[in-house]
C-alpha cells in the first residue's frame, strides 16, 4: 500500500514512544500516508490501523477528528487560507474571496483541472504575518496580498 | 516573522531574526549553562522547584498558574514512569509567540525541559507542535538531534546520570488539542477529546502516569529564570506578576509581530512599539488575551498595564498574550460572528452543552449580522452562555461564552442596530478600508 521509504518513515515515528504504545504514531503514520497517495481512501487508514495493530474504526477516529486529514481526493495543490478574526482583520476574508473569484471555485471545491483545492482554515498560529494560507499542509505563506497570491498560483503547476 | 522589539528582553536577547538558532549559537549566549550548573552543583529538585517557586514564573499558555507549584504537585515517589509534555499546539486566534520561540530558540526550549524534567523525575517528555508548522516541527527536530548529539539530551545527560529522552509530536489540525488533557489523548493516538478532571496530569497523565505539562514560552523562560536568579527575575516584572512575556499583536496595528515586554508594561507602550494604528485609525476595542478573552472597549484598554492582575481587573483575560487590535472600521456583530463560527467548528463534540450551544451561538449571531436578527436575540445569547458555562469537561464552552458576554456588554448598542435595521452601523466600504488587502484602497 505504501512505498517503503514511508514505511520507514512511519517506523522513525514509532521509535518515538514507549514499547507497546505504537499507536501513538497514528497521526503521523496518516499524515505519511496521506503526503504519499494526496488523500486518505479507507483501504490506507485500515492499512495504517494494521501497521500499528489498533481497531481500523479507531484509526478512522483519528482521521476524521483533524482537520488536515484528507478523506476525499483534493487537487494537486491545497491551499487553506485563514479567515479567523485575526487575519480577517488584515484582509483573511479578502483573500480568500479573490482566489475563489481566481480560481472560479468555492471553498471545499477542486479546479476542474484538478490543480488546485481551496479550503477555510482556522488559527495557524500566524497571525502576525496575515493574511495567511497554507500550502498542501506544510508551507505556510504569509502577507498573501493579490500580488503575493498571484506568484504563488504562478508558481504551483 | 521574527520578533520585532522588546523592552529590558530576557528571553529574545540575541534571537538575530530566527537565524541563529543552533546549538552553538544558544551555547554562545549563555545556553544550558543554567543545566551545567544545576549538575556541578549539585543543585537538588526540591531546591530546583523551590528556586522556580520563587521566581514567580506563571504558566505562559494562559491560564497564568505558577509553574513552581505545578511541578510540586507531581508525585516524589513514583518510580514507573514520570512524563513532561510541552504544548505548542498553539491555536488560539491571535496568539504566534510559540512559533516564534521554537524558529529562534528552540534550545532555550529543550534545555527547559531538561531541567523540568529533573526537577519532577521525568524519564521522557514530548513537545506537542502545531500542525500547521510543518517547518518549526523539522526545525525542532534538528535542534533535538544536536542537542542529543552534543550530551544535554538522552542517556547519563552531561555525566550526572540523569536520563531524560525527548521527542516532538506533530499535531495535525484540532484546536481543542491545546487543552492539557485532549492534547494526551493526541499523543496516545486518539481524538483530542478532554478527560474529566480530577484526576489532574500530575496525578494520571500520558499513559497514565503523573505528567507535567506547560506551555513553551514558560519551558523557554526557565534557564533564563535560573541564569539570572529568582529574585531578578521577579523584579523583571512586577509583584505577582514576574518577568516578562511576549506579546502577540494583531489585527489593525502598523507592525503586527512579537514583542517582548515586561508584565505590567502599560498598553499605550505596546501600542506605540506595534507601530501604532494602521493608517492613523482610531482604536476602538482590543481583545487582550486570545479570542477567548472578553473584548475590552479602547477606553478601557488604554488605561490597562499588560499583566495579570490589571486585565482581570478590567474584566478580561491576560492569557496566552495575544493582543487582537481592532480600529473604527470593525463590525463588532462580523468579529463575533467569525469568533462564534470558530467555536462551533473546533468544539470536540463531547459534551452536549458545548457541541449544541456554540451552534447556536453561531446560528444566532450569524443571522443578526445577515439583517435576521430579532429583538430577543441578545437574551437569548446571554441565556445560551449561562448554560454552557460551566457546565462541560473542559474550556471550550467558556471560551466559546466569554467572547459572547463580551462583546455584548460592551458593543450591544452596534448589535440593537443591527436588529432594528438589517444593516451595519459601520458601512461596508469602511470595514473594506480596514483590512488592506487592496493597497490602492488605502
Known amino acids: 500500500m505504501l512505498t517503503k521509504e514511508s514505511i520507514q518513515k512511519i517506523d522513525r515515528e514509532i521509535a518515538k514512544y514507549p514499547a507497546g504504545r505504537k499507536q501513538s504514531a497514528v497521526m503521523a503514520a496518516l499524515a505519511i500516508a496521506q503526503e504519499e497517495l494526496g488523500w486518505l481512501p479507507s483501504e490506507a487508514i485500515e492499512f495504517v490501523a494494521n501497521y500499528l495493530d489498533m481497531p481500523p474504526i479507531a484509526a478512522y477516529e483519528v482521521a476524521s477528528f483533524y482537520n488536515m486529514y484528507d478523506l476525499k481526493p483534493v487537487g494537486r495543490h491545497k491551499l487553506t487560507v485563514c479567515t479567523n478574526l485575526p487575519c480577517m482583520l488584515s484582509g483573511g476574508v479578502d483573500a480568500a474571496e479573490y482566489l475563489k473569484k481566481k480560481l472560479g471555485i468555492g471553498f471545499n471545491e477542486t479546479t476542474p483541472d484538478g490543480r488546485f483545492t481551496l479550503k477555510e482554515g482556522e488559527c495557524m498560529g500566524a497571525c502576525g504575518d496575515a493574511p495567511v494560507m497554507l500550502v498542501s499542509n506544510r508551507r505556510m505563506c504569509g502577507g498573501m496580498r493579490p500580488d503575493e497570491i498571484d506568484k504563488l498560483l504562478e508558481e504551483l503547476e | ?442
Open chain 2, 1 to 442: 516573522m521574527a520578533i520585532l522589539g522588546a523592552l529590558n528582553p530576557i528571553l529574545t536577547v540575541g534571537w538575530d531574526g530566527g537565524a541563529a538558532w543552533r546549538l552553538q549559537d544558544y551555547v554562545k549566549r549563555g545556553g544550558y549553562k543554567a543545566l551545567g550548573r544545576i549538575f556541578e552543583e549539585r543543585i537538588s529538585p526540591d531546591q530546583l522547584i523551590g528556586e522556580i517557586k520563587k521566581s514567580g514564573l506563571r504558566g505562559r499558555g494562559g491560564a497564568g498558574f505558577p509553574t513552581g507549584l505545578k511541578w510540586s504537585f507531581m508525585p516524589k515517589d513514583f518510580k514507573d514512569g514520570k512524563y513532561i509534555v510541552c504544548n505548542t499546539d498553539e491555536g488560539e486566534p491571535g496568539t504566534f509567540k510559540d512559533r516564534d520561540i521554537l524558529r529562534g530558540n528552540p534550545h532555550a526550549v529543550i534545555e527547559g525541559m531538561v531541567i523540568a524534567a529533573y526537577a519532577v523525575g521525568a524519564a521522557r517528555g514530548y513537545n506537542y507542535i502545531h500542525g500547521e508548522i510543518w517547518d518549526i516541527y523539522k526545525r525542532f527536530e534538528e535542534a533535538l538531534d544536536e542537542a542529543r548529539a552534543a550530551g544535554f539530551v538522552g542517556k547519563n545527560i552531561l555525566g550526572s546520570g540523569f536520563d531524560f529522552e525527548l521527542f516532538a509530536h506533530h499535531g495535525y489540525g484540532a484546536y481543542i488539542c491545546g487543552e492539557e488533557s485532549a492534547l494526551l489523548e493526541s499523543i496516545e493516538g486518539k481524538k483530542g477529546q478532554p478527560r474529566f478532571k480530577p484526576p489532574f496530569p500530575a496525578s494520571v497523565g500520558l499513559y497514565g502516569k503523573p505528567t507535567t505539562i506547560n506551555n513553551t514560552e514558560t519551558f523557554a523562560a526557565v534557564p533564563f529564570v535560573l541564569n539570572m536568579g529568582a529574585e531578578a527575575y521577579l523584579e523583571a516584572g512586577k509583584p505577582n506578576n514576574a518577568g516578562t512575556k511576549l506579546f502577540s499583536v494583531s489585527g489593525h496595528v502598523n507592525r503586527p509581530g512579537n514583542y517582548e515586554i515586561p508584565l505590567g508594561t502599560p498598553f499605550p507602550v505596546l501600542l506605540e512599539m506595534a507601530g501604532g494604528m494602521r493608517g492613523g485609525r482610531k482604536l476602538k476595542a482590543c481583545i487582550p488575551g486570545g479570542s477567548s478573552a472578553p473584548v475590552l472597549p479602547a477606553e478601557v484598554i488604554m488605561a490597562c498595564t499588560m499583566d495579570y492582575d490589571a486585565i482581570g481587573k478590567a474584566g478580561s483575560m491576560l492569557g496566552s498574550g495575544a493582543v487582537i487590535v481592532m480600529d473604527e472600521t470593525t463590525c463588532m456583530v462580523k468579529a463575533l460572528e467569525r469568533l462564534s463560527y470558530f467555536y462551533h467548528e473546533e468544539s470536540c463534540g463531547q459534551c452536549t452543552p458545548c457541541r449544541e450551544g456554540t451552534g447556536w451561538l453561531y446560528a444566532i449571531v450569524h443571522r443578526i449580522e445577515h439583517g435576521a436578527g430579532r429583538p430577543e436575540d441578545l437574551d437569548l445569547l446571554r441565556g445560551i452562555t449561562a448554560n454552557i458555562m460551566g457546565r462541560t469537561v473542559c474550556a471550550l464552552g467558556d471560551a466559546a461564552s466569554m467572547p459572547v458576554q463580551g462583546f455584548l456588554k460592551h458593543f450591544r448598542d452596534e448589535f440593537e442596530y443591527h436588529i432594528e435595521n438589517g444593516k451595519c452601523l459601520v458601512p461596508p466600504e469602511v470595514q473594506r478600508a480596514g483590512s488592506t488587502f487592496f493597497k490602492a484602497t488605502v
